[in-house]
Every structure is written in structure tokens, then in C-alpha cells.
């Protein structure tokens, strides 16, 4: 039995869920998720809690288990209290600003890049423009999206110039040596 997959799921007060066969939309004070399932997953509303099982012992169907178990649970988080990714822009002359919803970054390019927020998905800048919340609902859009634009200048190893998730370790090299 999966050690994920067996857990119940606690359903917080203000969200709703629609089971229908293996679709299952969920309702929070954040917004609306909905996704279909396997059919090979049954998943249960017992009083505030979802119960997840499944049908048979195969390999690809233990597989899903728990990750249908893992989305679905942040489905209702996500709808409850949403997520959050913070990005650092690190470099001399290297910043993040806002221009109205749009994301402006300036690092290092002949001409600034503009990043538009897909819907559901809210950029705001902070610690004096070096850092990027990015929030949403959507756990699986939201570290895309950070990887995108984590993308446009990554962080290179010799002076650490770049933009890096917070907190991630960046792997630095030497440069060269004088003789």
C-alpha cells in the first residue's frame, strides 16, 4: 500500500468538493480547480475527508496512487490558501520591477523582459527589487511559470549573476589563476 496514497485528505472549512466518476472539481475562497483522474483510482468523500483507492495491485496503478493522492491534496490547498515561489535576482545592475501586472526584468540584456501573468497567477516585487513572489492556486502551472522564468537568465557559476529560486545553492567554480 502506498504510504501517500493511504492518507486521507482533510477537507478545511470554506471548501467545497464535486466528485463525478474520476472528475473532481474543488471550490475555495481563492478560485476553482478541476481535473479528471484514472478510472482506475476511486476516490471517496467520507464526512470532511477524501479517501483514495485503488482498484488493482499493478505496477502503473500503485504508481498513481499516491500521486493522485499528492495533486489532489493540492488541488485543496491551493484553493485554500494558495502557493507562493520566490525568485532572487542577483547581479550589479540587475532588477525586477513592476509595470502595472506585468513582470519587468532587467538583467543584463540590450532591452528589458516583460513577463505577463497567466490567468491566476499574481507577481508582486519585493526587498528592493531583487526579489519576485510569483502566487497562484496551481501548484504544477506555478513552479512551471518560476522555471520559465528562472530560465530567462539562470545563474551562471563564476559570479553568480542570474535569477535563482530562494535559498537554492548555486554551485560556484573558479575562475582563472595567475601563474
Do not use: C
Not at 540590450?110 to 508582486?124: A, L, R, T
Amino acid at each position: 500500500m502506498s504510504r501517500i496514497g493511504k492518507l486521507p485528505i482533510a477537507i478545511p472549512g470554506g471548501v467545497e468538493v464535486d466528485l463525478n466518476g474520476s472528475n473532481v472539481k474543488v471550490k475555495g475562497p481563492k478560485g476553482t480547480m478541476q481535473r479528471d483522474f484514472s478510472s482506475q483510482i476511486t476516490i471517496k468523500k467520507e464526512e470532511d475527508k477524501i479517501v483514495i483507492t485503488r482498484n488493482s495491485d499493478e505496477k502503473t496503478v500503485r504508481a498513481l496512487h499516491g500521486t493522485t493522492r499528492a495533486i489532489l491534496n493540492n488541488m485543496v490547498v491551493g484553493v485554500s490558501a494558495g502557493f507562493q515561489r520566490v525568485l532572487e535576482v542577483d547581479g550589479v545592475g540587475y532588477k525586477a520591477d513592476m509595470d502595472g501586472k506585468n513582470l519587468v526584468l532587467s538583467v543584463g540584456y540590450s532591452h528589458p523582459v516583460v513577463v505577463e501573468p497567466p490567468d491566476g497567477i499574481e507577481f508582486e516585487v519585493a526587498e528592493k527589487n531583487r526579489q519576485v513572489v510569483i502566487k497562484g492556486i496551481d501548484k504544477e502551472f506555478l513552479g512551471q511559470l518560476a522555471a520559465d522564468i528562472r530560465k530567462i537568465r539562470p545563474p551562471e557559476p563564476y559570479k553568480g549573476k542570474g535569477i535563482h529560486y530562494l535559498g537554492e545553492k548555486i554551485r560556484r567554480k573558479a575562475g582563472k589563476k595567475a601563474a
